[in-house]
């Protein structure tokens, strides 16, 4: 279903509004008719003081007729646990053991465990309608290039999630809109060790310095749970879309055409603009 052209004449509110799922967020809400009021985290920088007048920080959500809180959420938060059974797999009912993370001094996903418990002792007692989107690695237009400007040496021996930045915002914006939706939700297009990942992007684009060598690191396999009705674009499609996006903002160089030519058909490209020589292919930029 294209929901593209759907209308709207509500106001949401997005948080970290200058943020890289956040900004996605934003743009389809946009293209979608509604109002958008976006925060950032500098809101206070370059101020000497800060006056937090307002109190309660959160009000009662039926005061402030807000009808649901969609609250991002990671990977991290479902399978750190040393005691999981390895044979099952990861869904939105699994918790990292936040024990055990303390322990190891994993302390981004200790954060990330308090936050989304947090969030929903919070809902429970202001009897806010809340739904967690989890995210897995979301890549796309535009994540950080080190993987393939040759400072990363090595990649890391894991299995990993994957989404696109497009579909795990447009996730959000279904579980806001479907009056159903409730609980946690995993949004994962697909699972590949890196060294698929690798093998992807070499055969795209072979002429950057991609990092063929893996470390010795174990990560625990986790399967894709619900797709909440949106349609997924591939890793493979995710991972043109970073490069060419990279690119087009000159963090990359681009290398002229060669001879050969590494298959790219199953990635989609948008003819109206103009092709840009990758590597050893020739393709059209998809934004």
Not at 34 to 40: D, I
Not at 82 to 93: A, C, G
Not at 99 to 122: M, P, R, S
Request: hydrophobic share 40%; with cysteine; glycine share 6%.
């Amino acid at each position: 279903m294209d929901h593209s052209d759907m209308v709207s004449i509500e106001t949401v509110c997005v948080t970290g509004a200058g943020g890289f799922i956040a900004s996605w967020l934003i743009k389809l809400f946009l293209k979608r008719g509604y109002f958008v009021k976006g925060t950032v985290r500098n809101l206070v920088r370059a101020c000497s003081g800060v006056l937090h007048v307002a109190c309660p920080v959160v009000n009662d959500s039926q005061k402030l007729r807000v009808r649901r809180v969609v609250f991002t959420s990671t990977m991290a938060v479902t399978y750190m646990d040393p005691n999981r059974n390895t044979d099952k797999v990861v869904d939105e009912t699994c918790w990292s053991d936040i024990n055990y993370v303390k322990i190891i001094q994993d302390w981004h996903c200790y954060g990330k465990i308090l936050a989304e418990n947090t969030a929903w002792e919070v809902a429970r007692k202001r009897r806010v309608d809340l739904v967690t989107g989890i995210a897995p690695l979301t890549i796309g237009p535009l994540i950080q290039p080190n993987f393939l400007n040759g400072r990363n040496k090595t990649y890391g021996n894991a299995v990993q999630g994957y989404v696109h930045v497009k579909d795990i915002a447009l996730a959000h914006i279904l579980v806001y809109e479907n009056p159903s939706a409730s609980g946690r939700y995993l949004c994962i297009e697909s699972v590949h060790h890196r060294d698929e990942i690798v093998s992807m992007l070499l055969e795209m684009f072979p002429n950057y310095p991609i990092p063929t060598n893996s470390q010795t690191i174990q990560v625990p396999r986790v399967k894709p749970y619900k797709d909440l009705g949106l349609k997924f674009t591939t890793v493979k499609q995710a991972l043109y879309d970073t490069v060419i996006s990279f690119q087009q903002n000159g963090h990359l160089t681009i290398f002229p055409e060669s001879n050969t030519s590494p298959d790219v058909s199953d990635c989609q490209s948008w003819p109206s603009k103009p092709a840009l020589a990758i590597g050893s292919s020739t393709v059209n930029p998809r934004l």
